[in-house]
């Protein structure tokens, strides 16, 4: 069986516990408040503007024998610039401070899924970091497009507050076939059980990030300036 499909089964059960998180539900059926979204919008804030130095650092870290997924790192270095001044944005669109979110802390969820991730490309081993991938994008494929849909509806938000979720939602699509064949040339059984470990646990943290906010019932950490009425 090629790894990626591998990967895909044996990740299952905790995709579905994440999946199972009351706000992702929520957003799912359009039950979800202005300040639900923006606190899950804060959130993504706060772990998507690490995505751009942990690719850096899983390059600098990958070994000669791996030089061919160093490229691809390369490539996803590339698409990934910027993505987070793009939730900034949507936040802005939403009526909110966006600089009072730029200087905002992470909620503790929040914390400990980067601090996983950087300890698992300094510490164990830079391959983990695709565990992280195959959550985040196979997460957005699954549900982004969706979900923006519905939380644009109930709330009546400009298009214009939702270009992360719909832009993960189709530049996943491609990125998750590109990472489909990276992942199949992967051979040695201890790197694939690696990142299965990884993956495994970047789905409790990230699920665990989806249930704080829920748990918060709003934005954690501090006080917006902007109109709640956005539309």
């Keep these: 069986m090629a790894f990626f499909k591998t990967l895909t089964n044996e990740t299952e059960a905790a995709r579905r516990v994440l999946f199972s998180a009351p706000i992702i539900e929520k957003s799912l059926t359009g039950?979800?408040?202005?300040?639900?979204?923006?606190?899950?919008?804060?959130q993504a804030y706060h772990h998507v503007k690490h995505t751009i130095p942990l690719l850096m650092s899983v390059g600098a870290r990958l070994p000669e024998d791996k030089e061919w997924l160093r490229e691809a790192v390369a490539?996803?270095?590339?698409?990934?610039?910027?993505?987070?001044?793009?939730?900034?944005?949507?936040?802005?669109?939403?009526?909110?401070?966006?600089?009072?979110?730029?200087?905002?802390?992470?909620?503790s969820s929040t914390e400990l899924m980067v601090a996983y991730a950087y300890d698992m490309v300094n510490r164990v081993n830079p391959l983990g970091f695709f565990g992280m991938v195959q959550v985040l994008e196979g997460t957005s494929v699954s549900i982004a497009e969706k979900a923006a849909d519905k939380i644009r509806s109930a709330l009546s938000l400009p298009k214009e507050a939702f270009s992360y979720l719909y832009s993960h939602g189709s530049l996943d699509q491609g990125h998750i076939k590109f990472f489909e064949n990276l992942m199949n040339q992967i051979e040695?059984?201890?790197?694939?059980?690696?990142?299965?470990?990884?993956?495994?646990?970047?789905?409790?943290?990230?699920?665990?990030?989806?249930?704080?906010?829920n748990g918060n019932h709003g934005i954690p950490h501090m006080t917006y300036k902007g109109i709640k009425d956005a539309a």
């Design 75 to 107: 490539e996803y270095i590339e698409e990934e610039l910027g993505h987070q001044e793009w939730i900034l944005n949507d936040i802005a669109a939403c009526g909110y401070d966006k600089e009072a979110v730029r200087n905002s802390t992470s909620n």
């Design 31 to 42: 039950d979800i408040t202005l300040d639900d979204y923006v606190a899950f919008l804060e």
């Design 188 to 213: 040695d059984s201890r790197e694939q059980e690696q990142i299965i470990h990884a993956a495994n646990m970047f789905y409790r943290l990230y699920g665990d990030m989806f249930r704080s906010i």
